[in-house]
């Protein structure tokens, strides 16, 4: 009794020492940070702060790289970083750059000391990696900022001076403004083309840090960090066989909340969840002769053996932020995923320069998404949507809207499930790109073309709801559920050409068993052989998406009678489980599922029931706002 009343006395004590620290850019780190004296620098809060404390940062433009030192205990005895309410606060990992010197009309340079960058010049530092493709040209980690946008490196003076469009580009007039850089043991040059701008006069910035929020060392649970805008940070390609350090990142930790920030300009990714440097780094660059997929089935191993489990590792949360002008990936991780939220983001707008190229590109590039939950989600623009690769079990992708990615909106690569896409918007060209099996698809709308591949590599899969991995196995393809959806067409039906499919045809392929019923084909679409549907038709339902920036509107034609009879709902009990992994259909803690929401949380009733991600539609002209 005496020892229970002494560990209450000391948890009770130890909330009453909760202290909240101020950071203010008229502060002073001689300060002791409170309200009255706040700190200079985020740094010198992070000095302060253990488990349970509040470090408060206010309005202004704060250049640094913020390494935790501690993180908190767990979820109660957190440790939170966050933007005063109603305040503006920059984090840059890019300082001012003046003394430019005009060279011929609008190029200008400007000569650094090697000392300004201290141990880092990221204008000496090569992108490079796993997967990296360079397109036959140098990259550096460094980037020039002109009024907060980046201008485009080039691999010649000659091309500063001569700018031409880089026709890869999805802001061809931004192409033009580029720069060039050289260095030596003593001095770093960089020429720019600012146009009529002038940059002793402008807001000139480069990147000089490699990330913005990024704990050196791994083991830094149980942070909340909200309300940032981070941007200007010269990251590094980030394979899943490497230390993935973006803008943001969280390291090899467990249980972080990334809320309400703005996330921008990162040379390649913008939030890294997870992997760590001890498991791997670059392993199939350094040795070329043995395949990537069995270096990265070795690190799979490395990564078990480093603790790799929900005990250790993952369950963030991630939601509500903006994340844009990425060159890699809006949100990457290897591994570190497991077990978690990515929930009401905005993700667009990357990969827009596309000067370089790799296998790790899009708005959302995980591996190992085990257990995850990607939903409500807002992704376009990004070349490539959603990536899930090796390892998605248990993983659910609900309710996003998806549209002008213009390779696919999400793609499936070597899993073996069991997963659930259900009830999402998907709208580009390519809507599925399959090299999957084990999939459940229920309740989307798909205004895109389906492809269907069979992936040469064995990868792993897993016991249920945890990394522990039971098996190796080769893709065959099919073992899918495909209920309650609407497929869309380009009108041309059976004269489609190409790869580019519409509907479940592409089953027709499949090595594995496909389930299919309780569809809907508009437009040409069309259902394979030997499959229970609802059958073929010519229905245009006439879909437009209205994209007014903040808003999102979907217009389209209901007609109850084309829909059909109100289709059963899907649950764990009419899923089953994936044929390799033997793994039910589930909730990630276990529990029997239904999918009865529809796209907005709407409750779904066998009486209210309909194919696609709506219910309780009026016939005739329908307008949704879908975000």
């Given at each position: 009794?005496?020892?229970?009343?002494?560990?209450?006395?000391?948890?009770?004590?130890?909330?009453?020492?909760?202290?909240?620290?101020?950071?203010?850019?008229?502060?002073?780190?001689?300060?002791d940070?409170?309200?009255?004296?706040?700190?200079?620098?985020?740094?010198?809060?992070?000095?302060?702060?253990?488990?349970?404390?509040?470090?408060?940062?206010?309005?202004?433009?704060?250049?640094?790289?913020?390494?935790?030192?501690?993180?908190?205990?767990?979820?109660?005895?957190?440790?939170?970083?966050?933007?005063?309410?109603?305040?503006?606060?920059?984090?840059?990992?890019?300082?001012?750059?003046?003394?430019?010197?005009?060279?011929?009309?609008?190029?200008?340079?400007?000569?650094?000391?090697?000392?300004?960058?201290?141990?880092?010049?990221?204008?000496?530092?090569?992108?490079?990696g796993?997967?990296?493709n360079?397109?036959?040209?140098?990259?550096?980690?460094?980037?020039?900022?002109?009024?907060?946008?980046?201008?485009?490196?080039?691999?010649?003076?000659?091309?500063?001076?001569?700018?031409?469009?880089?026709?890869?580009?999805?802001?061809?007039?931004?192409?033009?403004?580029?720069?060039?850089?050289?260095?030596?043991?003593?001095?770093?040059?960089?020429?720019?083309?600012?146009?009529?701008?002038?940059?002793?006069?402008?807001?000139?910035?480069i990147?000089?840090?490699?990330?913005?929020?990024y704990?050196?060392?791994?083991?830094?649970?149980?942070?909340?960090?909200?309300?940032?805008?981070?941007?200007?940070?010269?990251?590094?390609?980030?394979?899943?066989t490497?230390?993935?350090?973006?803008?943001?990142?969280?390291?090899?930790?467990?249980?972080?909340?990334?809320?309400?920030?703005?996330?921008?300009?990162?040379?390649?990714?913008?939030?890294?969840?997870?992997?760590?440097?001890?498991?791997?780094?670059?392993?199939?660059?350094?040795?070329?002769?043995?395949?990537?997929?069995i270096?990265?089935?070795?690190?799979?191993?490395?990564?078990?053996?480093?603790?790799?489990?929900?005990?250790?590792?993952?369950?963030?949360?991630?939601?509500?932020?903006?994340i844009?002008?990425?060159?890699?990936?809006?949100?990457?991780?290897?591994?570190?995923?497991?077990?978690?939220?990515?929930?009401?983001?905005?993700?667009?707008?990357?990969?827009?320069?596309?000067?370089?190229?790799?296998?790790?590109?899009?708005?959302?590039?995980?591996?190992?998404?085990?257990?995850?939950?990607?939903?409500?989600?807002?992704?376009?623009?990004?070349?490539?949507?959603?990536?899930?690769?090796?390892m998605?079990?248990?993983?659910?992708?609900?309710?996003?809207?998806?549209y002008?990615?213009?390779?696919?909106?999400?793609?499936?690569?070597?899993?073996?499930?069991?997963?659930?896409?259900?009830?999402?918007?998907?709208?580009?060209?390519?809507?599925?790109?399959?090299?999957?099996?084990?999939?459940?698809?229920?309740?989307?709308?798909?205004?895109?073309?389906?492809?269907?591949?069979?992936?040469?590599?064995?990868?792993?899969?897993?016991?249920?709801?945890?990394?522990?991995?039971?098996g190796?196995?080769?893709?065959?393809?099919?073992?899918?559920?495909?209920?309650?959806?609407?497929?869309?067409?380009?009108?041309?039906?059976?004269?489609?050409?190409?790869?580019?499919?519409?509907?479940?045809?592409?089953?027709?392929?499949?090595?594995?068993?496909?389930?299919?019923?309780?569809?809907?084909?508009?437009?040409?679409?069309?259902?394979?052989?030997?499959?229970?549907?609802?059958?073929?038709?010519?229905?245009?339902?006439?879909?437009?998406?209205?994209?007014?920036?903040?808003?999102?509107?979907?217009?389209?034609?209901?007609?109850?009678?084309?829909?059909?009879?109100?289709p059963?709902?899907?649950?764990?009990?009419?899923?089953?489980?994936?044929?390799?992994?033997?793994?039910?259909?589930?909730?990630?803690?276990?529990?029997?599922?239904?999918?009865?929401?529809?796209?907005?949380?709407?409750?779904?009733?066998?009486?209210?029931?309909?194919?696609?991600?709506?219910?309780d539609?009026?016939?005739?002209?329908?307008?949704?706002?879908?975000?």
């Open positions: 009794m005496k020892k229970t009343l002494f560990l209450i006395l000391v948890f009770l004590s130890s909330l009453a020492r909760a202290t909240e620290y101020h950071v203010s850019v008229k502060g002073s780190d001689a300060n940070g409170s309200a009255a004296k706040p700190f200079k620098t985020i740094m010198e809060a992070v000095r302060h702060a253990v488990p349970g404390d509040v470090i408060t940062v206010h309005a202004g433009t704060y250049r640094e790289w913020v390494n935790p030192l501690r993180g908190g205990e767990s979820d109660d005895r957190r440790i939170t970083y966050q933007a005063a309410d109603g305040e503006k606060v920059v984090i840059k990992g890019s300082e001012i750059m003046k003394g430019w010197e005009r060279v011929k009309g609008g190029v200008w340079k400007v000569v650094i000391d090697n000392g300004f960058f201290g141990d880092y010049n990221p204008f000496k530092d090569s992108i490079h796993d997967w990296f360079p397109l036959g040209w140098l990259h550096h980690t460094g980037e020039v900022y002109l009024k907060g946008k980046s201008l485009y490196e080039q691999p010649t003076l000659e091309k500063v001076m001569n700018p031409e469009v880089t026709k890869r580009s999805k802001d061809p007039d931004g192409s033009l403004f580029t720069w060039y850089c050289e260095s030596d043991d003593n001095t770093t040059t960089i020429w720019a083309n600012f146009h009529k701008h002038n940059p002793n006069r402008e807001l000139v910035e990147a000089v840090r490699p990330t913005c929020f704990p050196e060392k791994p083991g830094i649970d149980y942070l909340t960090i909200r309300g940032f805008h981070f941007t200007q940070a010269a990251t590094q390609w980030a394979p899943p490497a230390e993935q350090i973006g803008i943001v990142s969280t390291h090899w930790n467990k249980g972080w909340i990334i809320e309400n920030n703005v996330i921008s300009e990162s040379k390649c990714t913008g939030l890294t969840l997870g992997k760590d440097h001890a498991t791997g780094q670059n392993v199939w660059s350094a040795e070329k002769d043995i395949s990537g997929a270096h990265y089935i070795e690190v799979t191993f490395r990564a078990l053996r480093h603790n790799w489990n929900k005990e250790h590792i993952g369950s963030h949360i991630v939601r509500n932020n903006e844009y002008h990425c060159e890699q990936a809006g949100i990457c991780g290897s591994m570190g995923a497991a077990f978690s939220l990515i929930e009401n983001n905005h993700i667009h707008d990357n990969w827009v320069k596309r000067q370089f190229d790799g296998a790790e590109i899009g708005g959302v590039k995980f591996h190992a998404a085990i257990d995850a939950v990607i939903r409500k989600n807002r992704i376009h623009n990004c070349g490539r949507g959603l990536w899930l690769d090796w998605a079990q248990g993983t659910r992708v609900s309710a996003n809207l998806f002008d990615n213009d390779s696919e909106d999400v793609f499936l690569e070597v899993n073996h499930g069991p997963f659930l896409i259900d009830n999402n918007i998907m709208l580009s060209p390519e809507a599925i790109k399959n090299w999957s099996q084990g999939g459940a698809f229920v309740h989307n709308l798909i205004a895109g073309a389906i492809t269907l591949n069979q992936a040469g590599r064995y990868t792993p899969y897993h016991f249920p709801h945890t990394t522990e991995i039971k190796l196995a080769f893709i065959y393809t099919g073992d899918d559920k495909v209920f309650n959806n609407i497929f869309i067409g380009n009108g041309q039906g059976a004269l489609a050409k190409g790869k580019f499919k519409y509907g479940t045809e592409v089953y027709d392929k499949a090595r594995f068993p496909v389930f299919i019923k309780g569809n809907v084909y508009c437009l040409g679409a069309l259902s394979g052989k030997n499959q229970q549907n609802d059958g073929n038709a010519e229905f245009n339902p006439g879909l437009k998406l209205e994209d007014k920036g903040k808003e999102v509107y979907l217009h389209f034609t209901f007609d109850p009678d084309f829909y059909g009879k109100n059963p709902l899907i649950s764990s009990e009419i899923l089953g489980e994936s044929k390799m992994s033997k793994a039910p259909y589930d909730n990630a803690d276990g529990t029997p599922l239904t999918i009865d929401n529809d796209y907005f949380g709407y409750f779904r009733t066998v009486e209210n029931n309909l194919p696609g991600p709506f219910i539609l009026k016939k005739g002209e329908v307008t949704l706002k879908v975000w």
